[in-house]
């Protein structure tokens, strides 16, 4: 089997020849952009062997001034692929795709549209007080929130499917405002529902498959319940939420499941080499090899030493 023959394998709920892996990690700033971003993603590639590749994006909404009022919200824009940011993403996408292993499994990065909208304002007041500025504004007025939440969904709608037509395989959407400590279930469930789903869709509608990462701790992860029919692969913090791999399998029991292992803390980050390889080994044994693939709750350290990534690589195609 080809790498990207053993990741739709796993997507279709079988058995491939091994269980398929994917990591990823964000390169530091100065490797992050234009070329050198390219030159971390093939090496990173190449190191570590996995058999999705994931491309990541750190071509961000841009910032947009101010946001201290809901009214405010009307100062996002609508956009579109002939943005800048858009369009340095799509430039590296395919700056990647011509260079990288073409039997491998690709996927582009979408930040999901609570994140995205964070960007624009994020560098100004920090994460923390962005993520209860939302809320504040949505329960104060949130017509021009949402107004501006529908266009950044039609900007990420169309850097999808470009993904997809540009030769990717599927979208890494990474999907934001499942913690319970932030928007309520009806805050969610208007606000942000409709907009993930939206853009989900299109990326099925681009017959791309979609790779549905619910990111963060203290999840509510039955918000997301519905979302089963448009994700192909689920993945989610097990360790930090609490929420094993078996309860995300009842969840979602049409997709496949990637995860088993602490990103940043742990085996991953602390054990040898041999403990690493023994700990990949018994997720895979205690899970199964059906409808799974080996992967981390999210990003790893950017410092990690990409051996490590390997070591789990060797050790699953072991058994």
Request: charged fraction near 25%.
């Amino acid at each position: 089997m080809t790498k990207r023959e053993r990741v739709i394998t796993a997507i279709q709920g079988g058995e491939a020849d091994y269980v398929p892996t994917g990591f990823s990690l964000h390169f530091p700033a100065e490797r992050a952009f234009g070329k050198e971003a390219v030159k971390s993603h093939l090496e990173f590639f190449e190191r570590t062997d996995t058999d999705i590749l994931k491309i990541m994006n750190e071509n961000l909404v841009p910032d947009i001034g101010e946001i201290r009022v809901p009214e405010d919200w009307n100062k996002i824009p609508s956009y579109s692929l002939k943005d800048t940011f858009m369009q340095d993403q799509i430039r590296l996408a395919d700056e990647i795709l011509q260079k990288c292993d073409p039997s491998a499994f690709k996927l582009g990065t979408i930040h999901g549209i609570c994140a995205s909208a964070i960007h624009p304002i994020e560098a100004r007041y920090g994460y923390e007080a962005v993520r209860e500025l939302f809320c504040t504004h949505i329960r104060e007025n949130k017509k021009p929130v949402i107004e501006a939440f529908k266009r950044i969904t039609d900007g990420m709608c169309q850097l999808s499917q470009k993904y997809i037509e540009m030769g990717l395989d599927g979208v890494y959407y990474a999907a934001l405002g499942g913690e319970k400590h932030y928007f309520t279930d009806g805050e969610f469930a208007e606000c942000i529902e409709p907009y993930d789903k939206q853009i989900l869709r299109a990326v099925k509608e681009a017959d791309g498959y979609t790779f549905l990462h619910m990111c963060k701790n203290n999840l509510n992860m039955n918000r997301y319940a519905t979302y089963g029919d448009l994700a192909d692969v689920v993945n989610w913090g097990v360790y930090e939420t609490g929420f094993s791999l078996e309860e995300g399998r009842q969840l979602f029991p049409n997709a496949a499941v990637m995860g088993g292992l602490a990103n940043r803390s742990g085996v991953m980050v602390d054990g040898t080499g041999e403990q690493l390889a023994e700990a990949a080994k018994k997720v895979v044994m205690d899970f199964g090899k059906k409808g799974f693939i080996m992967g981390a709750d999210c990003t790893l350290p950017t410092e990690i030493p990409y051996e490590r990534i390997k070591i789990i690589v060797d050790a699953v195609r072991s058994i």
